[in-house]
C-alpha cells in the first residue's frame, strides 16, 4: 500500500454519448487508482467500455461525449478534465501517453519514421533538429530496433508490423511520460510478436518507473504482466483484485467464462471450448439488473431485478459484483437450480448454451 | 529447415494432396519473392489439418494456392483425385464450388450493400437455377446451422452485425454449395476470445454436421492445436515440423516450434514468463538464408545450418521434422 497520493485517480468515471439512438452509456460509473510504476490491466470484451474509459482519462473524447459531474479524474493531483487545451498540449506526451491497436493506422503513412519520432520531442522539449535525432535514434536503440540510423529514414510501410508497433512506442516515450496507455498494443500482431513486444513493455517500464495501464482482451496476456487487473463489462469494473488474487480466486462470472474460452495449450486438441453465449447489452437501452445476467449461467430473479455493487470479498484489495459469486455455495446452488430446470432465471437456455 | 522431403505423405488415400507447392511473385528488377518453396503435405477426408506459422510464412499463400488463386508456380494440387493445376477455367470454376474459403476480416469480406440472404445464396444462384423455393429453404437452414436466426437476419446488411456474427454469415455463405473442403484463412484472429470461442466451436459442429475436412490457418498455436488433427509448421515458406496436435505439444522437435509454444500468453500468474523469445526479424523472402532458413534465428545453430538444407524425416511414428538437430522426443510416444 503506498502511503503517498496514487499517481491517477478515478472515482465514478462515467462517460456518456449523445448519438441519434439516444444517450449511449459507454462507461458508467468506474472508479481504481493506479500507483507510480504500477501495472493495471484492464480486460472485458469488444463494447466493454475499456478504451472509452483511458480515452476518457486522457481527455480525448469526441465532441458528442458528456461526461455527467462527479466524475473525477485526478493524475498527479491535477484535475484532467479542467486543464485548457494549451495545458493539454503539454499534457499529453509529456505526462501521458498512449500507443494503440493497430500500428499502421497511428503512423502517418507519408511522413518517415524520424520525422515522426521527433516532432512530439521538438514541440514539448523545444529541442533543436540535431537533439531531437539524437533522442530519436536513442529511442529507438531503447525499444530495440535493428539498424536504427537506417529506419529512422523510411517509411513505416517498409517496416513489418511488430517494428512499426515499436516506432509507436518510441513516440510514446519520447518525453518520458510517467503514465503509459496501452490500448489493445498486441492484438493485430502474431503471437510471437505478440510476445516481444509485452516483453519490451516490461522492461522499458522496468528500466524508466513509468505507470502502465493496459487493454486487451485476452486473460492470457494480462496474467503475468499487471500487477492487479480490472474486469469490465458493459461500461462497469464487475472485478478488481491484484493478479494472482483474480486468477486463484476468481468471483465474478464473467471473469470465469471469459478464463474457460481462453483455448488452452495444455488441453487435448478437440477439447470443446467453453465460449460465452449472445454478446453484450445495448448500451443505449436502460439496464436493470446485472449486466451480465442474460448470458449468465447462475442468473436468479435477483440478479434481473437488483444491480449488485461492487464489494470486498475478504481478500485483500478484491471487490466483485456478483450475488452468487463463482465458488460459494450460494453460487452452486443458483447453478444447481437452474440447471434443475434447464433454463436460467433469466431466459438463457442452458442446454442450448453450450452450443453458441 | 526444408520443404523438399516427403515422407510425412500417406498416399493414396488423401483427400487433398499437395506436393512440391512452389509459389514466387516478381518483385521488380529481376528480384522474386519466394513466398512458399517446395512445400507438400495431404490432408485426409473427414480431417482437420492445422498450418501455423508468422505472417510471411507462407501460410495463407498456400491456402490460396490450393484453390488456384493465383495458379501456383510449380508443384500439384490434386484434389479427389483432379489435378487442379491442369484444369481448364470451366473445369477449375466447377471444382472450387467443392472447396470453399474464409477470410480472416470478416467484415471487410462481405458486401456491404448487399442483403445477408443474397450474400449467402449468391453460390446458389450461379449453380443452380432454382432461385425458387429451395434455394431458400437452403439458405434458411444454413444460417440456422451457423447459430443465426433466419427471419431475423435475412433482410439485414453486414453492418448490422457484430465481428462474430459476420464471420458465422462467411461460414454459411462457405456451407451453402455443400463443399467438401473449407479453407480457413485466420478465421479468429480478428475476433474477441469469448467469440473466437464460439466461432472454433462452432466450426467443430460444421465439420461433424457436414462432413467437412478442414485447413485451418492460424499464427496461434494454441487455436490450431485446439481444432486440428494434424498440425504443419511453416518458415518461410518452408515446411519445420508435422506431427499430431498433442503430440507436438508435448515433445516439440523443432527449435522454432518451441519458441511458437513459449510464445503463448499463459493465463496464469503462477506460470512464470518464458525468457524464450524469438530474436530479430523475418529474413526478407527475395533472397533467403541458405541452408536451413530459420538458422539466422535459431539458438541451436551449428556450421552444418548453413551448408545443407535439412531433409524432412521421421522421427517417432507420425512426427516429422526438418532439422538436423532437433530436440530429443520419445520414440515409443505415439501421438494423437
Redesign the interface.
Known sequence: MATERPLLEVENLRTYFDTPRGILKAVDGVSFTLDKGETIGIVG??GSGKSVLVRSIMNILTSNAIVPDGSDVHFDGKDTRNLSRSEAKHFWGTQMAMIFQDPMTSLNPVKKVGVQITESIRYHLGASKQEAMDRALELMVQVGI?EPRKRLKEYPHQL????RQRVTIAIALACNPKLLIADEPTTAL???????I??LLASLQEELGMAMILIT?????V???ARRIGVMYAGKMVETAD??T??HHMNHPYTE???K?????????????????G?PPDMVLELVGCRFAPRCRYAQEQCITDEPELFDTGQPDHRQACFYPVGSPENAQALAANQETGITAAGLDLTAAA?? | MAGTGKVHMRGDDALVAVEDLVMEFPAGRQAVVHAVSGISFDILEGETLGLVG???CGKSTTGRAMMQLPPPTAGSVRFDGVEMTELSKEDLRRTRTRMQMIFQDPISSLNPRRKVKDIVAEGLSIWHNDAGDTAVQKVNEVLDAV?LDPEVVSDRRPHQF???QCQRICIARALVLDPKVIICDEPVSAL???????I???L??MKERYGLTLVFIA?????V?????RVVVMYLGKVCEVA???TL?AHPAHPYTD???????????????SDR??T???PSPINPPSGCRFRTRCEKVQDLCSEKEPVLREIAPDHFVACHFPNEVPVSVNG?
Open positions: 470484451e469488444s535493428p513489418s508490423g511488430g517494428m502474431d503471437v510471437t510478436v505478440q510476445k516481444q509485452l516483453d482482451h485476452d486473460l492470457g496476456v496474467a503475468g504482466r493478479t494472482t483474480l486468477f467464462a471469459l478464463f474460452s481462453i483455448p488452452r495449450v495444455e488441453h487435448q486438441s478437440h477439447t470443446r471450448l467453453d465460449a460465452i453465449s454478446r452450443v453458441s | 508468422e505472417s510471411g447459430g457484430s465481428g462474430g474477441d476470445v469469448s467469440v473466437q470461442a464460439q472454433l466451436n462452432l467443430e459442429e499464427h496461434d498455436l494454441a487455436v492445436k485446439n481444432v486440428s488433427d499430431g496436435p498433442d505439444y519458441v511458437l509454444l513459449a510464445s503463448i500468453p499463459e493465463p496464469d500468474p503462477d506460470h512464470p514468463v523469445q524469438i530479430g526479424e523475418l494423437s
